[in-house]
């Protein structure tokens, strides 16, 4: 059964700093998505990652695949305050019709 | 996102009620899929259907709960006899295809959601 795991859970991080949102996954996956959602709304789509060594960028998000590690990054570069969101990893299992999304990663930006 | 409806938004129902939400899909998709998002937590599938048929129903609780996408209309989640612990918020995806994601692009676009309160 494919699990997907997200970490941290929890990011609290300053205006202009760096970091990474890590998404594992357990079993074979094909492609890999990744979500934003701001409290009380819908999920927006930020990538779909379809081949290892994927990277897709779209302003200060950036976005990787390693299928032989099952890994996926959502790396943030100089952090502003509109980023704060919760961010969830879904994979697609090989041959299945289904999402299987992470726990989800709380990120705040402050000033 | 774009063109997947849900009604209603907001949900209150007393525990005993039957709750019915309803999704719209992006017109020409004829593949939904329903998600249950609990407080804090990531969202859970349920039930991914095509028209008129029931293709996974794996994550959908044995009891109270039915899912249907008529040939005409829009699909609808059906929860009967609601309980305090069916307070979450309800969200559809549709796609026009098999496997959301066939292209560059994501193709399963996610409604607005229904949020539900069993008080």
């Known amino acids: 059964e494919l699990k997907v795991e997200q970490n941290p859970l929890f990011l609290s991080m300053q205006e202009g700093k760096n970091y990474t949102i890590y998404c594992n996954y357990s079993?074979?996956?094909?492609?890999l998505y990744w979500y934003r959602q701001d409290p009380g709304k819908s999920l927006e789509s930020l990538f779909v990652?379809?081949?290892?060594?994927a990277v897709k960028q779209e302003g200060r998000l950036m976005a990787s695949l390693d299928t032989k590690a099952r890994l996926s990054t959502l790396h943030i570069t100089a952090a502003v305050h509109d980023l704060s969101a919760t961010y969830f990893c879904a994979a697609l299992n090989q041959g299945a019709q289904k999402l299987v999304f992470g726990q989800g990663t709380r990120l705040t930006i402050n000033p | 996102n774009a063109g997947v409806m849900q009604n209603p938004r907001h949900l209150v129902r007393r525990r005993g009620q039957e709750a019915r939400l309803r999704c719209s899909p992006v017109k020409g998709h004829s593949h939904v899929y329903w998600y249950r998002q609990l407080p804090e937590e990531g969202l859970k599938f349920m039930v991914y259907?095509?028209?008129?048929?029931?293709?996974?129903e794996s994550g959908m609780p044995k009891e109270r709960f039915s899912a249907e996408f008529p040939k005409e209309g829009p699909s609808i989640l059906r929860i009967q006899q609601v309980v305090r612990g069916d307070s979450a918020a309800y969200f559809c995806?549709?796609?026009?295809?098999?496997?959301?994601?066939?292209?560059?692009?994501?193709?399963?676009?996610f409604g607005q959601g229904t949020r539900l309160t069993v008080v």
């Open positions: 990652l379809l081949s290892n060594g």
């Open positions: 259907l095509q028209k008129e048929n029931i293709i996974d």
């Open positions: 079993t074979t996956s094909d492609r």
């Open positions: 995806a549709s796609s026009p295809r098999e496997r959301p994601g066939e292209a560059s692009n994501p193709e399963a676009f």
